[in-house]
């Protein structure tokens, strides 16, 4: 059978299970294109034949006249005798059948994922970091003594770490967003080797953090008891560490859990359903009887807190998630009577 570039799309997609939707997504193009495309009735330019081949690992000629179930061997290579050395893998191909190339990050997601863990981690960082550099300058015992600029410093410092936090927050947040509009749909490339190496790079942040922070603690109370400083220079080195430690968990907690791409896009599905008003009748109760819970428990603490002087008026949140979380896990047993 004559292999066409009709054909040949199908076959590429059925290799990867993949529907015309998620394709569609992948190269930037309506999945009406797709469905042209694999109809004959239109041809993708010459930029989407590019990626379709770099998303596939396909050459242009067997993608357009050739057979991708037969890839052509490019001329000038020559063909070897399997070695004894080659019969496992030779067998293993023979046994699986055509074996599909690792798939690649047309979208630029990776270098996306490690642009936000960075931007979102130093925004965090630099608005604790201000306040232990502002702490070098409290009244008690500033690094420049008493001086009437003590108090104008250490608002100075917060404010330009706080500016400094929001400079790189709010461009990492809307970076995000609109690489998630870009890109409702990833194909899922990353390897287990990946994922091992994000979970070591996390293990060493966390730890290397918790250490960080105890230390910082350790200074603060020796200079507490012994030298008896209770503000100061010893309260900036804690903060400073303890930004540090907030640096590694946020930086490699972001990079690890950004490989979880079926999560991305089943959230994205997700909210694309709520926007369009699909939601599920068990998750409107569910909403619902949250919003009505947590209503009541803010009348209760405010009534609380007004009229009764030295009562736990905040109690009445806590009480108050802990009746939503109880409403969802019931509405959550019984959503196929909901739903109905």
């Avoid at 023979?94 to 130093?122: C, N, Q, V, W």
């Avoid at 330009?160 to 509009?181: D, K, S, T, W």
């Avoid at 994922?195 to 105890?214: M, T």
């Amino acid at each position: 059978m004559t292999m066409t570039f009709r054909t040949n799309l199908q076959t590429l997609r059925a290799r990867r299970n993949m529907t015309q939707e998620q394709l569609a997504m992948l190269l930037g193009v309506s999945r009406q294109a797709i469905s042209k495309w694999e109809s004959e009735k239109a041809y993708p330019e010459m930029d989407k034949l590019l990626a379709i081949c770099d998303l596939f690992g396909c050459t242009l000629d067997d993608l357009v006249l050739g057979d991708v179930n037969r890839p052509t061997i490019p001329t000038g290579t020559t063909e070897t005798a399997p070695t004894i050395a080659d019969e496992p893998h030779a067998v293993e191909q023979r046994e699986g059948g055509p074996t599909a190339p690792l798939p690649k990050d047309i979208t630029g997601y990776d270098a996306h994922r490690l642009r936000f863990s960075m931007l979102i981690a130093s925004g965090v960082t630099a608005i604790i970091a201000s306040v232990g550099v502002a702490s070098l300058f409290d009244p008690e015992h500033s690094i420049i003594g008493v001086n009437p600029l003590n108090d104008f410093l250490m608002f100075v410092c917060i404010c330009v770490g706080v500016v400094i936090g929001l400079v790189l927050l709010v461009p990492g947040a809307m970076m995000h967003a609109e690489f998630r509009r870009n890109h409702p749909y990833v194909k899922d490339f990353y390897t287990e080797d990946d994922r091992r190496g994000e979970s070591r790079l996390l293990a060493c942040g966390v730890v290397v953090g918790v250490a960080a922070i105890l230390i910082g603690i350790a200074v603060v109370v020796y200079m507490d008891e012994v030298r008896e400083v209770t503000a100061g220079w010893p309260n900036a080195v804690m903060l400073l560490l303890s930004a540090a430690a907030v640096f590694g968990f946020v930086y490699c907690g972001i990079r690890r859990a950004m490989l979880n791409i079926d999560g991305y896009n089943k959230e994205i599905e997700r909210n694309r359903r709520q926007r369009s008003g699909d939601v599920p009748r068990s998750a409107k109760l569910s909403g619902a009887l949250s919003g009505i819970i947590m209503l009541v428990a803010t009348i209760v603490g405010l009534t609380l807190l007004f009229l009764v002087p030295g009562s736990l008026f905040w109690m009445s949140w806590v009480i108050g998630g802990l009746l939503c979380a109880i409403t969802g896990i019931i509405v959550g047993l019984f959503k196929d009577h909901v739903g109905k």
